[in-house]
């Protein structure tokens, strides 16, 4: 028989519980000039923006990486280009995708309206509403918003997925403002966690580490 001490107890406790967030930004998109002005229909045109050429082998690159293995789940946004980037995973993993719209972009909303806004920016609008969680454009989102589907999201992950891996493909905007829960801005308005600056590229990965609903470590891995 084996006998346990409460020390090793309490270790397998904390491994048992542990739950491995990748949160990867989607790969390189295609660059397109214009979206219609219409909201809905520029909405529409975002979401099937697909990769670009770069982005594909960007993509694959990206799910040869030895911590994107042995995935418990991998979970992707409705946007095209983010179900292009999680299919290079999921298939090296052996997993289905499963999709929320609680990863998609923030919604930018009427470009008119975000036109006549940005003459009176300082700086980008993703950045003005990184400051003001509250700024938001004609039949837009505000960081507010995304920030709470956004943490929703991960708080069901918690509590249905524990001692899990999983990876969840999203974008840029609603990335930073969920990070915003755990990491700071410095003076060039980057996202920073214990003094290390995040890159939130085409593609990227942030990984986040949980006990239970705490979390434990956030890292940059690509």
Known sequence: MIFL??????????IMDKITIFLIRHSEQLKINTLLNNSENS????????LSVEGEKKAEALSKIKELS?????????????LATAKYIAERNNLEIQISTDLNERK???LDSLSKLKDKFTHTFTTEQLLDENLKNKD??????VNRRMTSFINKLLAEYTGSKIAIVSHGASIKFLLMNWCSLNENFELFYKNKVLKIDSPSVIKLEFNKNSLLNLSQIY
């Open 5 to 14: 001490s409460i020390f090793d107890t309490i270790f397998l406790v904390i």
């Open 43 to 50: 909405q529409i045109a975002n979401e099937k923006i697909i």
């Open 70 to 82: 042995n995935l418990n789940s991998i979970w992707s946004s409705t946007y095209v280009r983010a």
């Open 108 to 110: 930018i909303g009427n």
């Open 140 to 145: 837009g989102e505000n960081r507010f918003e």
